[in-house]
């Protein structure tokens, strides 16, 4: 019996990552040209619990993820791509009951602006790996 293929694609393909020294074509589109977005393969949810006494990673970095949702509840987080950045940086800042779509592939981290909150994390990915 002949095995399945593996139809997963790996992080290259999903990020369409290209050699450099391939030669390139001029291409001119004519006319109404469909594009769609890739469809995901598995989805996520997590309610985390974020402290105000310092950074909680809500997100590690990772190349199959298509996008992720971040959620917040009744209390304000301060948001960045480090426990440094939101502990000692300049964090950004999500206000209170509010919903935030993020569609790149970083860690993210977050610390609660006053006392413990809840912020629910939704990930989807492109492919499991």
């Known amino acids: 019996m002949e095995a399945l293929p593996d139809l997963e694609p790996d992080a290259d393909d999903v990020l369409q990552v290209e050699e450099v ?3 390139t074509v001029k291409v001119c589109v004519e006319g109404p040209t ?3 977005l890739l469809p995901t393969k598995s989805a996520g ?3 985390i619990t974020v402290p ?3 950074a909680r990673r809500l997100m590690t970095a ?3 993820r298509a996008r992720a949702v971040v959620i917040t509840d009744a209390v ?3 948001i960045g791509g480090s426990q440094q950045e939101v ?3 300049q964090p950004g800042k999500i206000p209170a009951s509010m919903r935030v779509e993020f569609g790149a592939t970083d860690e993210l981290w977050a610390r609660s602006v006053s006392g413990e909150t809840t912020v629910t994390v939704i990930q989807e990915r492109w492919a499991n790996g």
């Open 45 to 47: 949810i997590r309610g």
């Open 52 to 54: 105000d006494t310092g």
């Open 21 to 23: 020294d391939v030669p």
């Open 34 to 36: 469909r594009v769609q």
């Open 76 to 78: 304000a987080v301060l």
């Open 87 to 89: 502990d000692g940086g």
């Open 62 to 64: 990772d190349p199959h």
